[in-house]
C-alpha cells in the first residue's frame, strides 16, 4: 500500500513540472545553451535549408529576433535560431577515452591479478576475490589515466543543442 502512495505522490508532484517544461519555447531553451558557448569556439550547426555549416562562434545577435553569429571563412554570417536544428561544438575525448580506458583496464587488471593470485592462494585454500577485486580497481584508474591522455589527443565533436 505504502509503494502506490509513494507512486501516486510522485505523480501528483511531477505533472506540473512535466506542464511547465511542455509549455517553454524550445527557441529560448536553445538560446540558453548557447549562450554558454565561448566566443571563437569551432561549431557545426545544422541549418535547415542550408545543411551543415561550420565555423567559429561569434555570439548571439539582437535580442528581438535572436540569431547565432558565425564566421564561415572570411565571412560573419549570421542563422535565426529557429532555422537551427543542432549545434554541435568541436572538442577532445577526454571523458570518452577514460570510460573505455578505465573498463578495458579494469578487466584486464582484474583478470590478471585475480590470475596470479587464484594460482598462489590455492595452495593455502584461500580465495581470490579480494586481489580481484584490487587488480580491477587498480587496472581501471590506470587505464582511466592512460585512456584520457590518449582521449585528449583525439578531436571530437559533442552536441550541445539537439
Known amino acids: 500500500m505504502k509503494r502506490y502512495a509513494l507512486m501516486f505522490a510522485a505523480l501528483v508532484v511531477g505533472a506540473p513540472c512535466v506542464a511547465v517544461t511542455q509549455d517553454q519555447s524550445t527557441d529560448s531553451t536553445r538560446l540558453l545553451a548557447i549562450a554558454r558557448f565561448r566566443p571563437g569556439s569551432w561549431v557545426r550547426l545544422a541549418v535547415q535549408g542550408r545543411g551543415r555549416i561550420e565555423g567559429r562562434f561569434l555570439g548571439i545577435t539582437d535580442a528581438t529576433s535572436p ?96
Open 67 to 162: 540569431a547565432i553569429a558565425v564566421k564561415v571563412e572570411r565571412n560573419n554570417v549570421a542563422y535565426p535560431v529557429a532555422t537551427v536544428d543542432s549545434v554541435w561544438v568541436h572538442g577532445m575525448a577526454g571523458g570518452h577515452g577514460a570510460a573505455i580506458g578505465g573498463l578495458v583496464g579494469g578487466a584486464v587488471g582484474g583478470v590478471i591479478l585475480g590470475a596470479v593470485a587464484r594460482s598462489l592462494i590455492l595452495a593455502d585454500r584461500g580465495t581470490s576475490n579480494g586481489v580481484f577485486n584490487a587488480g580491477f580497481t587498480v587496472g581501471a584508474v590506470g587505464g582511466g589515466l592512460l585512456g584520457a591522455l590518449i582521449g585528449m589527443a583525439a578531436p571530437r565533436w559533442h552536441l550541445r543543442v539537439p
